[in-house]
T-cell receptor
Framework: GAVVSQHPSWVICKSGTSVKIECRSL??????MFWYRQFPKQSLMLMAT?????????EQGVEKDKFLINHASLTLSTLTVTSAHPEDSSFYICSARPGTSGRLSEQFFGPGTRLTVL | SQKIEQNSEALNIQEGKTATLTCNYT??????LQWYRQDPGRGPVFLLLIRENEKEKRKERLKVTFDTTLKQSLFHITASQPADSATYLC???????????FGSGTRLSIRP
């Protein structure tokens, strides 16, 4: 149980285009999903926290107009990188917390999406 | 300032030996600490959670200790195997900010 999927697993796009990444909880409902970014040999950095049916909360320094997050259902959150540039190339990972859990510690991570912007 | 540090960027050990990884934190008071495994190009996989009132936790060949005085956690893999080669991340909860903070990871390589 507690499986989180991401789609696509990798994507290459041209500079200036927008890319959408999906995060799904497959066998549980997730009231909260988290989006992380990881650069090579660095740690996961939280970008934003998204709660189903409400606006996402972005971490300091993360542009909310550039990284659009939609958490429209209890099993799906999407991250759209708008007008992507080469510096947005990174590994994007989502995690999901079951709705039955009040603990931050109970997060299940997706397999990640490798974004390369040319 | 607040920091969570994993002292070794990389660790290479012989198969069969015990691998010990270190995680230190500064200016946090976590109620628990977690360890994750991350393989290249994959998301983290949860391994163990140890609470502040627990000194030690074990799971098969894994052992974690948590010293809140030293502000340190040690992660041990006994009888290490090449399949244990991966990056290991420690993480703690920043309760004031309602988020999990990750260390930068230690890349462990087990040579046959």
């Amino acid at each position: 149980g507690a499986v989180v999927s991401q789609h696509p697993s990798w994507v290459i796009c041209k500079s200036g285009t927008s890319v959408k990444i999906e995060c799904r909880s497959l066998d549980f409902q997730a009231t909260t999903m988290f989006w992380y970014r990881q650069f090579p040999k660095q740690s996961l950095m939280l970008m934003a926290t998204s709660n189903e049916g409400s606006k996402a909360t972005y971490e300091q320094g993360v542009e909310k107009d550039k990284f659009l997050i939609n958490h429209a259902s209890l099993t799906l959150s999407t991250l759209t990188v708008t007008s992507a540039h080469p510096e947005d190339s990174s590994f994007y990972i989502c995690s999901a917390r079951p709705g039955t859990s009040g603990r931050l510690s109970e997060q299940f991570f997706g397999p990640g999406t490798r974004l390369t912007v040319l | 300032s607040q920091k969570i540090e994993q002292n070794s960027e990389a660790l290479n050990i012989q198969e069969g030996k015990t691998a010990t990884l270190t995680c230190n934190y500064t200016n946090y008071s976590p109620a628990y600490l977690q360890w994750y495994r991350q393989d290249p190009g994959r998301g983290p996989v949860f391994l163990l959670l140890i609470r502040e009132n627990e000194k030690e936790k074990r799971k098969e060949r894994l052992k974690v200790t948590f010293d809140t005085t030293l502000k340190q956690s040690l992660f041990h893999i006994t009888a290490s195997q090449p399949a244990d080669s991966a990056t290991y991340l420690c993480a703690l909860e920043d309760s004031s900010a309602s988020k999990i903070i990750f260390g930068s990871g230690t890349r462990l390589s087990i040579r046959p």
